[in-house]
């Protein structure tokens, strides 16, 4: 009877187990409804509207969203970031502005609240929430601070498998916007060592 080495059987349970990992961090559930790994095509199937972002940037192919499952109050625009393999990893979300408010009052408070809940589901986050030296650091030039990124303002949160920022930006002097972004750390990992491979070929 042929023997199996002890080695090898422990090489494959490991190989398993990580194949198990990667899947179930790739099918976990992402923000407003969707999948982590869906292709474009799985999105569409969901009723959602994908139209190409047409921006030149460095999370692979890009969409911008609409009649997405689920939202939050207040939300505006929708990014979704299929890499170079047509797998969902990235998924941005961006406020309507809160315009006519220099001191960001309302922007801050709406900040607070998104804070609060993401704290409650994937524990208290890091917490960078920083004025700018000299003009930036009065209160009423708190849009403007943030704008000219004198003046920054996000928290950190760390959950399992995914990384998410909250954070205020700035687009001008006069408006600002409340950003959510969330990574599968998993796919992630997976784009950045697609993304090298790339640039490997392309050199």
């Known amino acids: 009877m042929n023997r199996v080495p002890l080695r090898a059987c422990l090489l494959l349970v490991l190989q398993i187990s990580c194949a ?3 899947t179930a961090a790739d099918q976990a559930e992402a923000p407003f409804g969707l999948t982590w790994g869906s292709t474009v095509e799985d999105i569409k ?3 959602v509207d994908l139209k190409p972002s047409g921006d030149s940037n460095d999370f692979g192919e890009s969409y911008v969203a609409s009649r997405l499952p689920k939202s939050v109050s207040g939300q505006e625009s929708t990014f979704l970031y299929f890499g170079h393999n047509n797998r969902l990893w990235r998924v941005l979300g961006a406020s309507t502005p809160f315009e006519n408010d220099p001191y960001g009052i309302a922007a801050k408070a709406r900040y607070a609240e998104l804070s609060a809940v993401l704290s409650e589901k ?3 986050g890091n917490a960078v929430e920083q004025l700018g030296e ?4 009065k209160p009423d030039n708190f849009v403007y601070g943030i704008s000219q990124g004198e003046s920054h303002w996000f928290t950190k949160f760390e959950g399992p498998g995914v990384s998410i920022t909250l954070g205020l ?3 001008g002097s006069s408006a ?5 972004i969330y990574e599968n750390k998993t796919l992630r990992a997976t784009f950045e060592q697609d993304k090298k491979a790339r640039e490997k070929g392309s050199l």
């Open 20 to 22: 198990a990992q990667s």
């Open 45 to 47: 199937a969901l009723g």
């Open 122 to 124: 994937y524990g208290k």
């Open 134 to 137: 000299g003009f930036y650091s």
């Open 169 to 171: 930006f700035a687009q």
């Open 176 to 180: 600002l916007r409340w950003v959510l």
